[in-house]
């Protein structure tokens, strides 16, 4: 656990330290608010929903990413996503309140890049990425925030495509996968493991570059 807590730790630092430090004519700042799809994994919980209304409510994911690239092509990320109907069924009369049964990812990753086409005007950059963070649950109403939500390490790893129609602006397609990482208690061991909990993300963005 304290292994990756320092990783998270010194990802998110390296993209402050970068924000501070002389920008260079060659490195890209991009911020991309999103919204996207949940599903596979986890997110099958209640697949019995038919109405499409109902189906988008339980799925829809909300979320934003900003990312530093150094010389268009190494670079980092972090990566906020909000679902917040994760585990309700939301049909019918059966409803909760909106956000009452959400999850909240934060993640700080590493990314490579490729501008192809240069990194002014129009271009495409296919990038993968992946990283460590936290993914946050919570089941129950607002006033039992803190008794009832569960904070877990987690990791992702995700690949995308974003294409840019102008200096500064462009549209960004990305697939995603996050997974819970939970404790070993053997003596042993290296620490963590794989948790049960997990799920794909699927969105569309618009990027802006500066």
Do not use: C
Not at 106 to 115: K, T
Not at 166 to 177: A, W
């Amino acid at each position: 656990r304290e292994m990756l807590r320092k990783l998270f730790i010194t990802s998110l630092l390296t993209i402050v330290v970068t924000a501070a430090a002389p920008a260079k004519a060659s490195a890209d700042w991009l911020f991309t608010p999103f919204i996207g799809m949940n599903f596979g994994g986890s997110a099958r919980f209640n697949t019995d929903i038919t109405d499409f209304d109902d189906e988008f409510e339980k799925r829809v994911n909300y979320g934003a990413t900003l990312a530093w690239m150094g010389a268009g092509i190494f670079g980092f990320e972090v990566d906020f996503g909000w679902s917040p109907n994760f585990f309700e069924s939301t049909a019918g009369d059966a409803n909760f309140e909106y956000g009452d049964s959400n999850v909240t990812t934060l993640m700080g990753n590493v990314v490579l890049g490729i501008p192809v086409g240069g990194q002014t005007g129009l271009g495409i950059r296919p990038y993968a990425s992946g990283g460590v963070g936290m993914i946050r649950s919570r089941i129950d109403g607002v006033d039992d925030l803190f008794e009832d939500a569960a904070n877990n390490f987690g990791m992702n790893v995700g690949a995308g495509l974003t294409g840019f129609f102008t200096d500064n602006v462009g549209i960004r397609g990305d697939i995603r996968y996050f997974r819970s990482l939970q404790d070993d208690d053997e003596p042993d061991e290296f620490g963590f493991g794989l948790g049960d909990f997990h799920f794909w993300r699927g969105s569309v963005g618009v990027t802006f570059r500066f």
